[in-house]
Every structure is written in C-alpha cells, then in structure tokens.
C-alpha cells in the first residue's frame, strides 16, 4: 500500500492535469484519475519497461480513461455548442502541470522539430482527444493520411526522444 501511496504523491498533479485536459471538468478529472490509478495499480504486473517509460505507460491509462468517458458521455447527452463555454473554469491551465516536467522541454524540442500539420494532429490527438476520425474531419483531410501523420509522428518523437 505504501508503493501506491508513493505513486500517488509523485504523479496524481500531472495524471490530473492530462485527464482534465480531455474531460475539461474538475470533478470528472478526478474520478477519472481515482479509476485509473486503481487500473494502474491492478494492472502494474503487465508494465513492460522494454516497451517504454512507465510514465508514459501510466499516463497512457488516465488518457484511455478519459476519453473513454468523453465518449460514452457524448452517447448519452445531446451535444450543445455552447457547452464549453459554459464549462469555463478558474483554475490553472492543466498545462501548467505538464510545462513543469522534466521532460516536458525535450518533448517540446522534439515537437518543434516535426512539420506544423503533422505536429497539429499529435495535439489535436494527445491534448484535445479527438480520434483520428475527428481530426481528419476537422482538417479536412483523409482518414488514411492522418493516419500515416500520427504513426510516423509518433515514430519521429519517439526517436528523438530515445
């Protein structure tokens, strides 16, 4: 139990900060957070370090997380445009937490260093949470190509990163 305490206190701020990012309501952001960190904890025997950092791995699961309920909650409810605007909320941009990581400078170098459409998708994609459905319909653009966009995005960062 202490493990999990400790996990808790190092990484909560910036798992709540991603889940916040998606769901855009405190109060969801933290039963999102609350669920996943008992998935990560449950699931922490199927972490494979060969496969890449467990931050990574853990923040991974909060944005599964997160987006699975965007999604049923869309299903659920009528979508009303002026929905978010009506969400505003006064806190520190979720952001915040993430410009204070470590790595957020060298993820921030290596973003730089992509093409500027290929660069928006990886956003649209890991801070908005849209699917690749969405953003091609939102750019404009086949499905097939945002696709390739992402991977050979992802593939880029991830050598840039290593």
Same mark, same amino acid.
């Given at each position: 139990?202490?493990?999990?305490?400790?996990?808790?206190?190092?990484?909560?701020?910036?798992?709540?900060?991603?889940?916040?990012?998606?769901?855009?309501?405190?109060?969801?952001?933290?039963?999102?957070?609350?669920?996943?960190?008992?998935?990560?904890?449950?699931?922490?025997?199927?972490?494979?370090?060969?496969?890449?950092?467990?931050?990574?791995?853990?923040?991974?699961?909060?944005?599964?997380?997160?987006?699975?309920?965007?999604?049923?909650?869309?299903?659920?409810?009528?979508?009303?445009?002026?929905?978010?605007?009506?969400?505003?909320?006064?806190?520190?941009?979720?952001?915040?937490?993430?410009?204070?990581?470590?790595? =957020? /400078? &060298? !993820?921030?170098?290596? @973003?730089?260093?992509?093409? #500027?459409?290929? *660069? $928006?998708? %990886? +956003?649209?994609?890991?801070?908005?949470?849209?699917?690749?459905?969405?953003? =091609? /319909? &939102? !750019?404009?653009?086949? @499905?097939?190509?945002?696709? #390739?966009?992402? *991977? $050979?995005? %992802? +593939?880029?960062?991830?050598?840039?990163?290593?």
């Amino acid at each position: 139990m202490a493990a999990l305490r400790r996990l808790y206190d190092r990484e909560a701020a910036f798992l709540f900060a991603v889940a916040l990012r998606i769901v855009r309501r405190r109060e969801v952001a933290s039963d999102v957070l609350h669920d996943a960190i008992l998935d990560i904890w449950e699931r922490a025997h199927t972490f494979d370090p060969r496969r890449g950092a467990g931050r990574a791995w853990i923040t991974s699961i909060v944005r599964y997380r997160a987006l699975k309920h965007v999604r049923t909650a869309r299903r659920e409810a009528p979508s009303d445009p002026e929905d978010g605007a009506r969400i505003a909320d006064d806190a520190p941009d979720p952001l915040a937490a993430l410009a204070a990581s470590q790595d =957020a /400078e &060298r !993820l921030r170098t290596c @973003l730089a260093q992509l093409q #500027a459409d290929r *660069r $928006r998708v %990886l +956003l649209l994609a890991y801070v908005d949470g849209l699917s690749q459905a969405e953003i =091609a /319909e &939102r !750019l404009g653009a086949p @499905l097939g190509t945002v696709k #390739a966009w992402v *991977r $050979r995005s %992802l +593939l880029a960062l991830k050598g840039c990163l290593s």
